[in-house]
């Protein structure tokens, strides 16, 4: 299972992005797909999940400005940034849980993607 990152870049504040996570590969059951992010020397934070049923948690830093969404059918997660801050700036990660006949599980990371907020 490979998990890759990407729509990152650069935007000044009160802008968007849109982040995607694609898992290629072979794989049981994706049970859930997170976004984290990780600023220079602070540790990973996490920012927002949905699980395979489609319900959604968010970082109370992030709610209301950012929306998690799912395509089972391209394997993809989406994470749409709105009224973006200088304290978004960071590498996002995806971070995806596999489950095996409902008794293993497997996590696997994306290698990030970077997302900077300055005028």
């Known amino acids: 299972v490979q998990v890759v990152e990407s729509g990152g870049g650069s935007v000044q504040p009160g802008g968007s992005l849109r982040l995607s996570c694609v898992v290629f590969?072979?794989?049981?059951?994706?049970?859930?797909m997170s976004w984290y992010r990780q600023d220079q020397g602070k540790q990973r934070e996490f920012v927002a999940r949905?699980?395979?049923?489609?319900?959604?948690y968010y970082a109370d830093s992030v709610k209301g400005r950012f929306t998690i969404s799912r395509d089972s059918a391209k394997n993809t997660a989406y994470l749409q940034m709105n009224n973006l801050n200088s304290e978004d700036t960071a590498v996002y990660f995806c971070?995806?849980?596999?489950?095996?006949?409902?008794?293993?599980?497997?996590?696997?990371w994306g290698q990030g993607t970077q997302v900077s907020v300055s005028s």
């Open positions: 590969g072979s794989y049981f059951s994706i049970t859930s």
């Open positions: 949905v699980d395979s049923g489609d319900s959604t």
């Open positions: 971070h995806v849980v596999e489950t095996v006949l409902a008794i293993n599980t497997y996590k696997y």
